[in-house]
């Protein structure tokens, strides 16, 4: 079995993390594959170089059947190494070394526990919705992929004017700051902080959001995830830019978007003792009597 480890150049890690990681990563077994920043992180503080073929770059090629990607940090660092698969179906488990961590569910403590589950196929895999976005990039992309989002964002004093469309049907035009369009899996991230939902990752819908609305009576809207969404982007006085998850891409005057659910999915992987409740119970503080707290 191969694992493909992830983690990028600025997550904090002390020499002892990285020798217990990769001390278990080599008990067990696994052959392994590692990014460059990565390896140069690991070459910086263990002082250990890696042969070129264990090395890759910006994407991944063919790998092995029965491969496993681990991300070493926090949600951020799942989803960049989620956009490194290029939507290949390889199961991503994310190792929490970093904040809040929805996607990121495995703590750090017991890497060599959790390796045991991934050898004995003990993971429960949950398959994601990703969106497909094709439209008016300004830097020659043609299409991308995102697990969390899809924003259209100001950038600038100035508002934006969004059209958006739903099945060829007008549904709001938004004037603000930008909108969201999120997958359930993402309804915890930049859409909760825009006042969104939290929608549980195995509903059949896509959320859309209005950032900061001119109009307060504006509203997000679930919608079901067989849905087209057309964005129709008009800029007054502001330059306007959007993401797909954490990368950012420009775009021309009056451009539009087209969002829809892609053909391919993205299959987190996470102890079978974590779930989505337990997880949401946890980071979010539900439960917790934050009247003692005052005490």
């Keep these: ?3 493909i480890l992830f983690s990028r150049s600025r997550i904090a890690r002390s020499a002892e993390e990285l020798r217990q990681l990769f ?3 080599r008990a067990s077994g696994f052959d392994f594959i590692l990014n460059r920043e990565f390896a140069e992180a690991v070459q910086s503080l263990l002082g250990e170089t890696f ?3 264990r090395i890759y770059g910006e994407r991944l090629g063919p790998q092995p059947e029965g491969t496993t990607m681990i991300c070493y940090g926090g949600d951020g660092t799942l989803l960049e190494g989620v956009h490194r698969l290029g939507g290949a179906p390889i199961p991503v488990l994310g190792i929490n070394a970093g904040h809040l961590g929805f996607l990121t569910g495995a703590p750090n403590e017991g890497i060599g526990q959790i390796l045991g589950q991934v050898a004995r196929g003990e993971l429960s895999i949950q398959p994601r919705t990703m969106l497909d976005v094709r439209g008016g990039f300004a830097d020659g992309t043609e ?5 969390n989002e ?6 600038g004093a100035g508002m934006l004017s969004v059209e958006t469309f739903v099945d060829g049907q007008l549904a709001a035009t938004y004037h603000g700051d930008g909108v969201i369009v999120s997958t359930p899996t993402g309804s915890t991230a930049y859409s909760l902080s825009a006042g969104g939902p939290v929608v549980a990752p195995s509903c059949a819908c896509l959320i859309v959001s209005p950032l900061a609305p001119h ?20 800029e007054r006085q502001s330059d306007a ?13 009056d451009a539009s978007f087209t969002v829809r659910r892609a053909e391919q999915k993205i299959f987190l992987a996470l102890p079978h003792n974590i779930s989505f409740y337990d997880t949401l119970r946890n980071k979010m503080m539900w439960g917790a009597d934050l009247r003692k707290a005052k005490e």
């Design 23 to 25: 001390g278990a990563v």
């Design 1 to 3: 079995m191969r694992i």
């Design 143 to 147: 299409s991308g992929l995102a697990l």
């Design 150 to 155: 899809f924003t259209v964002r100001r950038h």
């Design 51 to 53: 042969p070129p073929e």
């Design 241 to 253: 830019f959007v993401t797909l998850d954490n990368r950012i891409h420009p775009v021309g005057p």
């Design 215 to 234: 109009n307060l009576a504006m509203r997000p809207v679930v919608i079901p995830d067989t849905a087209v969404i057309v964005l129709r982007v008009h």
